[in-house]
């Protein structure tokens, strides 16, 4: 009786481990990325399709000048920020603007406003924001270079607005790559919520540089790149970076559209007219898994002076008063 009992819990355990590992087995298998494109395509819209979503120097000044329930996020440097600020904008770390927005209820605030220097980082960090789920943030257009001439640094460098690869770029057709499959997702987490949750915050924590690269980068060494033109197909034929594939804004990175034909095996480079769209589409893609960059200024730094779209100007530099 003794060695059939002990024979029967044998059995027993040798049952609940196998149950057990059949029960890890499942946790495994879920697709967290096949989960998360899922939550994001069906709460509202799919939000990459919403970029951009910036709001102009004029519009941010009226809100100071009137007192508007506005609320302004300035992720520059703390040096910087000492120096020169918009009236009541508080200094916040990039890595840090989730938390700050959160911790500080400003889903309660009309808008809340990104400024950063040229408004690509601030483009990045509201990317993350809006895919979060947050619908009342907005980056500056321009980044404080457009705020006053004291400030226009980003955009009034030679470095960055010009024409050296205006000769390079071609009006040649490059097909979308074959559909393929979405990147590999480990957070260990099951629900989609807490699944976008870890990676927007893992977004965050690799900060912007992590989220762009040069355009000497990409012409340097093409190869290296799939490089996606966020354009329409009438600037895309007028001229673009030789492989470049267009992509067209706000209809064309869903998973019943061309979202799967991006690689999972290499750096998608994404450029735009000024690399603030690019910024926002570059964020949302890395929340997803890919590794994607945004091409630091877009074409305003390859070739300004005849590029269609939104061009950079001296005009775009206000007067406007700084905060104590």
Not at 4 to 28: G, P, R, Y
Request: some cysteine; overall charge negative.
């Amino acid at each position: 009786m003794k060695n059939t009992k002990i024979l029967l819990l044998s059995v027993l355990s040798a049952f609940l481990f196998f149950a057990s590992c059949d029960d890890d087995d499942d946790a495994v298998v879920i697709n967290e990325a096949n989960e998360l494109i899922e939550y994001l395509e069906s709460t509202g819209g799919t939000v990459v399709n919403t970029f951009p979503v910036m709001i102009k120097t004029t519009d941010v000044n009226s809100a100071v000048l009137t007192s508007a329930d506005q609320y302004v996020m300035d992720i520059r440097d703390a040096d910087d920020y000492t120096i020169s600020h918009i009236e009541g904008a508080v200094n916040v770390l990039a890595s840090d603007v989730l938390t700050h927005y959160e911790a500080n209820n400003l889903q309660d605030y009309e808008t809340v406003v990104i400024a950063c220097y040229s408004g690509q980082t601030a483009g990045w960090a509201n990317g993350l924001l809006r895919t979060m789920g947050y619908t009342n943030t907005k980056d500056m257009k321009w980044g404080m270079c457009g705020w006053n001439e004291s400030t226009s640094g980003s955009w009034t460098s030679a470095n960055n607005v010009g024409n050296m690869y205006a000769t390079q770029l071609v009006p040649d057709v490059t097909a979308k790559a074959v559909e393929g499959n979405l990147p590999e997702l480990n957070t260990g987490e099951t629900d989609a919520e807490d699944i976008l949750r870890d990676r927007v915050e893992t977004v965050f924590a690799e900060g912007f540089g992590e989220a762009n690269v040069s355009s000497a980068a990409v012409f340097a060494a093409s190869e290296n790149y799939y490089i996606v033109n966020y354009w329409n197909e009438t600037d895309y034929s007028w001229g673009h970076i030789p492989g470049a594939i267009q992509y067209t804004p706000t209809a064309s990175l869903t998973s019943d559209t061309f979202l799967k034909t991006l690689p999972t095996d290499k750096i998608i480079a994404v450029y735009c007219y000024t690399g603030q769209t690019s910024a926002h589409v570059a964020a949302y893609l890395r929340v997803l898994g890919y590794n994607a960059k945004s091409i630091l200024f877009g074409v305003n730094g390859m070739s300004h002076d005849d590029m269609p779209g939104t061009v950079w100007a001296d005009t775009e530099i206000h007067d406007y008063t700084f905060g104590q």
